[in-house]
């Protein structure tokens, strides 16, 4: 009896061993939530592997795989998170390939009377909502854009940092700040913003979502099967439908 008990748990715990191998972990942007979340389906449906999803402000992923969580995908809102995960070593060879691209604009309450249409008008806003602009890839693409038009310094004292940029988006839906800078990916997701101008291209530094596996996971060939479902056809149109471009891949990156 007590082999047949020792037996059972020595099933049981590689049970769970292999449900865990078919199991992605994966650690995103949260500004991807709802493309990831339909596409999840979609890829057990083509692979026979789960997704779970991890979403958030990139900087945070990008420390919480440094510091050792086991994730097998990081998909990143900016490439200096990737450039730091890639630096510790963490990224499996020749799996980092830039996914997706993404604009910045600048929404109000929808119900707000305030015209907005230049730079300039921010000026008279009491306050902005940024994810944090010394971390968060969409507040340091934010600030980037406001430092070249020469209004970082006038505003930063109006600005509310988020934790995120879903947070931000919140703010301006609640009407706790005047207006926002977030993706035109999270605007378009609200009823209760309206976009009151798009930050032209190129006065905002190249955005890029890279996504890469790593060496720490506990279901790598999930991670890899996740990466690859990402670059099909089919998940693309689902990324288009949702807002997100798809930018030149960089050199020397390649499908893993």
Known sequence: MRHLTLLCAVVTLLAGSLARADKA?????????????????????????????????????????IAGAPADVFLSADEAQMDAVEKAGLIAPATRVDLLSNRLVVVVPADAKTKLSTPSALRGLKRLSLADPEAVPAGVYAKAWLVKVGLWKELAPKVIPALDVRAALAAVETGRVDAGVVYSTDAAHSKRVRVAFQVP??????????????????????????VRFLQSDAARKVFARHGFGTPAVAPGTRAP
């Open 25 to 65: 972990l994966v650690f995103a942007a949260v500004s991807t939530t709802d493309a990831l979340q339909e596409l999840a389906p979609a890829f057990t449906k083509a692979t026979g592997h789960t997704v779970e999803f991890s979403l958030g402000a990139s900087s945070d992923l990008a420390r919480q795989v």
């Open 201 to 226: 291209e190129q006065d905002v530094p190249r955005i890029a979502y890279p996504a890469a596996v790593l060496t720490r996971g506990d279901a790598t060939e999930a991670g890899r099967a996740f």
